[in-house]
């Protein structure tokens, strides 16, 4: 149980392109989702969060309409990363959590995004 | 948000038990510790996760003293597959409320 499914896995496109990235919570519902981005050999930073029929909470620092946020239903949230540029190139990864109370994060094995 | 200090990296051979210690000094009465592995190119996979005193699943165990201030991850009998990086997140567990990711302890399982 417990699976985040993220897509795709690995997007090289050019400068300039907007790419979507899905995330999906198969066997569990989640009013909330994660996303989060890793640059090489660091640890992951978080984002924004993902909050289902709202507005996504964006982290300090992280633009909101560069990085837009959808939380269609209790199972899908999606990252668009618009008019992406070489800085976009990285790992993002998602996560979600059960609405229920004492359950961790599962995460999505992450989207490498690589920006010509 | 709890703030977590753990060991940059560790080497263990193949074989041995580990025990990687994390420090939170600051964790709040709601907050749970939750451990996470992860594999390069890969989302972080979770571990184990417990309140106080000890946890023990198929794949590890955690310790938690009373004061809460500090946890450690033992790990039985590594093999080469367990180099990866391990994290240790402390926050409450459920719903919207978000956690951060400390630096990690980066794991070499030497042969």
């Known amino acids: 149980g417990a699976v985040v499914s993220q897509h795709p896995s690995w997007v090289i496109c050019k400068s300039g392109t907007s790419v979507k990235i899905e995330c999906r919570s198969l066997?569990?519902?989640?009013?909330?989702m994660f996303w989060y981005r890793q640059f090489p050999k660091q640890s992951l930073m978080l984002m924004a969060t993902?909050?289902?029929?709202?507005?996504?909470?964006?982290e300090q620092g992280v633009e909101k309409d560069k990085f837009l946020i959808n939380h269609a239903s209790l199972t899908l949230s999606t990252l668009t990363v618009t008019s992406a540029h070489p800085e976009d190139s990285s790992f993002y990864i998602c996560?979600?959590?059960?609405?229920?109370?004492?359950?961790?994060?599962?995460f999505g094995d992450g989207t490498r995004l690589s920006i010509l | 948000l709890a703030k977590t200090t753990q060991p940059i990296s560790m080497d263990s051979y193949e074989g041995q038990e580990v025990n990687i210690t994390c420090s939170h000094n600051?964790?709040?009465?709601?907050?749970?510790i939750t451990w996470y592995q992860q594999f390069p190119s890969q989302g972080p996979r979770f571990i184990i996760q417990?309140?106080?005193t000890k946890v023990t699943n198929e794949v590890a165990s955690l310790f938690i003293p009373a004061d809460r201030k500090s946890s450690t991850l033992s790990l039985p009998r590594v093999s080469l597959s367990d180099t990866a990086v391990y994290y240790c997140?402390?926050?409450?567990?459920?719903?919207?409320?978000?956690?951060?990711f400390g630096t990690g302890t980066k794991l070499q399982v030497i042969p």
């Open positions: 996560s979600a959590r059960a609405d229920y109370s004492n359950q961790p994060q599962h």
């Open positions: 066997d569990f519902q989640a009013t909330t």
């Open positions: 993902s909050n289902e029929g709202s507005k996504a909470t964006y």
């Open positions: 600051n964790i709040a009465t709601n907050d749970y």
């Open positions: 417990g309140y106080k």
């Open positions: 997140l402390v926050g409450p567990s459920g719903g919207y409320q978000k956690v951060t």
